[in-house]
Nanobody
Framework: QVQLVESGGGLVQAGDSLRLSCAAS????????MGWFRQAPGKEREYGGR????????FISGSVRGRFTISRDNAKNTVYLQMNSLNSEDTAVYYC???????????WGQGTQVTVSS
């Protein structure tokens, strides 16, 4: 019902900022909470945070709190992950996901690579 496509990844220097976008297809985008995840080489997928369907509530994992911010623009069917003060440990494939409240993440994007060099 929802197709997600991440974009905005790339190679950046430590200390730089980057904004990832997740564009969703379908007219039901505003129904879903959206989450951001990342997976570094050799590690399990890590939960980064989420934003409620209407954007009123956000949660950011403690590991990136203060540096990362999630926002969404339902008029554009897009959710964003603003990443500041990047360091090499942020290097990973970043995924967005969609799900309804109280249920599992149902839809996933293909991921976008973020590489931070020092």
């Amino acid at each position: 019902q929802v197709q997600l496509v991440e974009s905005g990844g790339g190679l950046v220097q430590a200390g730089d900022s980057l904004r990832l976008s997740c564009a969703a297809s379908g007219r039901t985008f505003s129904t879903y909470a959206m989450g951001w995840f990342r997976q570094a080489p050799g590690k399990e997928r890590e939960y980064g945070g989420r934003i409620s369907a209407n954007g009123a509530s956000t949660f950011i994992s403690g590991s990136v709190r203060g540096r990362f911010t999630i926002s969404r623009d339902n008029a554009k069917n897009t959710v964003y992950l603003q990443m500041n003060s990047l360091n090499s440990e942020d290097t990973a494939v970043y995924y967005c996901a969609a799900g309804v409240w109280g249920q599992s993440w149902e839809y996933w994007g293909q991921g976008t690579q973020v590489t931070v060099s020092s």
